[in-house]
Nanobody, 117 residues
Framework: QVQFVESGGGLVQPGGSLSLSCAASGFAFSSYTMSWFRQAPEKDRELVASISGTGGVLNYADSVKGRFTVSRDNAKNWVYLQMNSLKPEDTAVYYC??????????WGQGTQVTVSS
């Protein structure tokens, strides 16, 4: 079965850094673009970053460009999100997903990122 398990979230001071990880299983990981999404309270889920199957094409939301870096390790079936220069508006639950895998129907539990003094 398809599974996504996110980890690495926590409480961090503005300007700090966090590294998120996502362990994926149950599908041909290297064949799929992987994406990070986030959802803040009372807001819609939004796309943060994407990385193509072989890691050659990266895309970022304008709000995180220059601060976040997405990467993947296809030997381990893991995708990562390095977050630097964090801002309070980055506070959200972060999820990883493969949007083209059955229309992105499978979701993990997410990991909470809170940026606050």
């Amino acid at each position: 079965q398809v599974q996504f398990v996110e980890s690495g979230g926590g409480l961090v001071q503005p300007g700090g850094s966090l590294s998120l990880s996502c362990a994926a299983s149950g599908f041909a990981f290297s064949s799929y673009t992987m994406s990070w999404f986030r959802q803040a309270p009372e807001k819609d889920r939004e796309l943060v970053a994407s990385i193509s199957g072989t890691g050659g094409v990266l895309n970022y939301a304008d709000s995180v460009k220059g601060r976040f870096t997405v990467s993947r390790d296809n030997a381990k079936n893991w995708v990562y999100l390095q977050m630097n220069s964090l801002k309070p508006e980055d506070t959200a639950v972060y999820y990883c997903n493969a949007p083209a895998l059955w229309g992105g129907k499978y979701w993990g539990q997410g990991t909470q990122v809170t940026v606050s003094s």
